[in-house]
């Protein structure tokens, strides 16, 4: 059974950084062979895409919101997935999903998310 434990639920007041996790395990394929995403939803807003870390060449991709503030890092001897968070906004308060994807065959797997907010 494929489990994405995400974990770094934190309050910090805007300017301020967090980091998030996804530890994961129980993949029919190995961890590298996976994209690996990060998405976050907002009260009332729809899930988007945040940042995107790819399985072969561990290339980078991230939402205009968020480009120079976060940075998504993978390390494949731990299967586990990061998410450094810099400069933090209150528009960043969201509960944070962790994602692995794969194409061949098609595979997707989601964490439980976990609660960032961004408050004075």
């Known amino acids: 059974q494929v489990q994405l434990a995400e974990s770094g639920v934190g309050l910090v007041e805007p300017g301020g950084s967090l980091g998030l996790s996804c530890a994961s395990s129980?993949?029919?394929?190995?961890?590298?062979?996976?994209?690996m995403n990060w998405y976050r939803q907002a009260p009332g807003k729809e899930r988007e895409l945040v940042a995107t870390i790819t399985s072969a060449s561990s290339r980078t991709n991230y939402a205009d919101s968020v480009k120079g503030r976060f940075t998504i890092s993978r390390d494949n001897a731990k299967n586990t997935v990061y998410l450094q968070m810099n400069s933090l906004k209150p528009e960043d308060t969201a509960v944070y999903y962790c994602?692995?994807?794969?194409?061949?065959?098609?595979?997707?797997?989601w964490g439980q998310g976990t609660q960032v907010t961004v408050s004075s």
């Open positions: 129980g993949f029919t394929f190995s961890f590298s062979t996976y994209v």
């Open positions: 994602n692995a994807e794969r194409a061949y065959p098609s595979l997707t797997y």
